[in-house]
C-alpha cells in the first residue's frame, strides 16, 4: 500500500501528460490529417477534439488561400523571341487527405509544376499574343493548373501574369514599328481630308460656274478678312476673274444656242 502511494503521484503526472497531447485544438482555417498505426483515419477540426496519444499522428494542413510568386522564367516565343516572364498564382487546398497522401509536398510540387506549365504554354504563342492577350492565357494557364492539381486536392483559384520583360533590340524594334503605325494613320487621316476638300471645292466650282458674280463676292469677303487681321499683304487684283467666268460662260451659251440654231435649219 504504501509503495502504491509513492508511486501515485508518478501515474498522475503521466496521465496529465497522455491527456494533454490527446487533447487538440484547430482553428477555423486549419484541418488536421489524422493517421493511426500509419492507417489514414480521418479529417479533424476545426475546434477541440481528441487523439490517442503515441497511436495517432496528425499532420496540419491550412485551407487559406496561398499565393506563389513564381520567379521569372526564361520563355522562347514560336516566333524565337526570347523573353522573361514572371507571375503569382493563387490555390487553396480543397481535399486536406488527398493534399497529404497523393502527393508528398504539395506546395513544393504546385510552385514547380506552375513553373512548367508557365514556360510551356507561353512557349507555344507569338510575342504579340503574350503582350495583347493578358487575360486569355491567364484564364489558359489558370485551367491547365487546376486541372493538374485536382487529384491532390488543389483548386488553382487564379493566374496572372505579372511582368514581360523584353531585350533592349526588340522593344527598339517595337518603338519603331508602333512610330510606323501612327504615321501610316496620320497619312490616311490627310489623305481623307483631301478627298473631301476636293469634293467640297468641285461642288464650289460647279455653283460659281452658274454664278460668276458669287466669286467676286467671296473675294471680297477674304479681303476684309484680311484687313481685320491688319497684315501687310499684297493682294492681287481679281477684278477680272468675274468677268472672265461671265465671258466663258456667256461663250459656252453662244455656243450652244448656235448649234442649235443649225440643227433646226438641217
Known sequence: MALFDSQLPIVIVILLILLSQSIKIVREYERVVVFRLGRYSGVKGPGLFFIIPIIDRVQLIDLRVVTIDVQKQVVITRDNVTVDVDAVIYYRVMDPAKAVIQVENYRVATALLS???????????????????????????????????????IKVT??????????ESMMRAIAKQAEAEREKRSRIILADGELQASKTMAEAAALYEHAPVAIKLRELQTLAEIARERNLIVVTSGADVGSTAGLVAALQRAVEEAGRAGERRA
Request: proline share 4%.
Open 158 to 167: 487564379a493566374v496572372t501574369l505579372r511582368d514581360v520583360s523584353l531585350p
Open 115 to 153: 513553373q512548367t506549365t508557365l514556360r510551356d504554354v507561353l512557349g507555344q504563342i507569338d510575342l504579340d499574343d503574350l503582350l495583347s492577350k493578358r487575360e486569355e492565357l491567364n484564364l489558359k494557364l489558370q485551367t491547365i493548373l487546376d486541372r493538374h492539381t485536382d487529384p491532390w486536392g
